[in-house]
Structures are given as C-alpha cells and as structure tokens.
C-alpha cells in the first residue's frame, strides 16, 4: 500500500435524488448496484485497508449521464445500466487496471 492511499481503487457511486423532474442517479438502480457491487467486492476478499473501498456519494453533478460511478486515484467515470456492467466494471478496472471504454463517460 502507498503511503500516501488508504485504499488502492476508491469508488463513489451518484446516490442523488432529484424531486423536480430532472434526471437522477436514485432512480435508475443507483442503490442496488452500489449494493451490488459492495457484495461482490466482499465475495472477492478486496474490501478493506490497503484494497477498495466502496461508497455512496451525494449529487456528483453528472446524473444527466448517468446513472454514474467514479473509480479514484485514476478519476475514471462510468455509467451502467445492469449488475452485469457493474461486474465488468470491477473485472476490468477494479481487479484488471483497465479501462472498461463503453461504459465511460
């Protein structure tokens, strides 16, 4: 582990709720994917210190993209629309260090 990372991939999901109409993480499957991908992460044994982590976010001001994640230290931004783009995100990027290209934005 780096000194200067906690964790080694640090992944923030869109959680946003908009109640005036305008597009929104919330409801486009925002929760059960960030539960979804926690779950699997766990069932992968790369939760933890030194690992990744796994986290909701409040507006990260992209939900007309989305619904959307973001993968740092890389700062890599992606949309899904099922948990099988979800698990392609954490085979590619999250445990392969690639780029999963047609789900970025």
Same mark, same amino acid.
């Given at each position: 582990?780096?000194?200067? *990372?906690?964790? +080694?991939?640090?992944? @923030? @999901?869109?959680?946003?709720?908009?109640?005036? %109409?305008? =597009?929104?993480? #919330?409801?486009?499957?925002? +929760?059960? #994917?960030?539960?979804?991908?926690?779950?699997?992460?766990? $069932?992968?044994? *790369?939760?933890?210190?030194?690992?990744?982590?796994?986290?909701? #976010?409040?507006?990260?001001?992209?939900?007309? $993209? %989305? =619904?959307?994640?973001?993968?740092?230290? +890389?700062?890599?931004?992606?949309?899904?629309?099922?948990?099988?783009? !979800?698990?392609? !995100? !954490?085979?590619?990027?999250?445990?392969?260090?690639?780029?999963?290209?047609?789900?970025?934005?």
């Amino acid at each position: 582990m780096s000194d200067n *990372l906690y964790y +080694q991939k640090h992944v @923030f @999901f869109c959680m946003n709720e908009r109640d005036d %109409g305008r =597009p929104c993480c #919330a409801e486009r499957g925002a +929760q059960a #994917a960030q539960e979804h991908a926690k779950r699997r992460i766990k $069932q992968l044994d *790369l939760n933890g210190a030194g690992k990744i982590r796994i986290n909701k #976010a409040g507006c990260l001001d992209r939900c007309e $993209q %989305g =619904p959307v994640l973001v993968v740092y230290p +890389q700062g890599t931004w992606y949309t899904y629309v099922d948990q099988t783009d !979800i698990d392609e !995100i !954490i085979e590619v990027d999250l445990v392969g260090g690639g780029v999963v290209e047609r789900l970025k934005v």
